[in-house]
């Protein structure tokens, strides 16, 4: 078994994640809250790059497109939308 060790701990957001989305290309995780915000961090130093609060519903899932310029969200009220 490999030993694994504690990199980075995101801070912002009070409630559940409901989805997780990581862009490679760019460095940056996005995260869904269960009170309809997804979060976005950059990963190389943990802070906040945006966070988007226009979501109706819970972020049901995530997915940053192939070069991580947009990020698209689906809700649990059947939107979907593309930041």
Same mark, same amino acid.
Request: proline share 1%.
């Given at each position: 078994?490999?030993?694994?060790?504690?990199?980075?701990?995101?801070?912002?957001?009070?409630?559940?994640?409901?989805?997780?989305?990581?862009?490679?290309?760019?460095? =940056?995780?996005? $995260?869904?809250? +269960?009170? !309809?915000?997804?979060?976005?961090?950059?990963? #190389?130093? /943990?802070?906040?790059?945006?966070?988007?609060?226009?979501?109706?519903?819970?972020? =049901?899932?995530? $997915?940053?497109? +192939?070069? !991580?310029?947009?990020?698209?969200?689906?809700? #649990?009220? /059947?939107?979907?939308?593309?930041?």
């Amino acid at each position: 078994m490999r030993n694994h060790i504690h990199v980075l701990t995101l801070e912002g957001k009070k409630h559940e994640a409901t989805s997780l989305a990581w862009s490679v290309k760019k460095g =940056l995780l996005a $995260a869904g809250s +269960a009170e !309809g915000s997804v979060h976005v961090w950059q990963i #190389s130093d /943990g802070q906040v790059y945006c966070v988007y609060q226009d979501l109706r519903g819970r972020p =049901l899932s995530l $997915a940053f497109n +192939a070069n !991580g310029e947009r990020l698209g969200a689906a809700s #649990s009220e /059947g939107e979907m939308r593309v930041w």
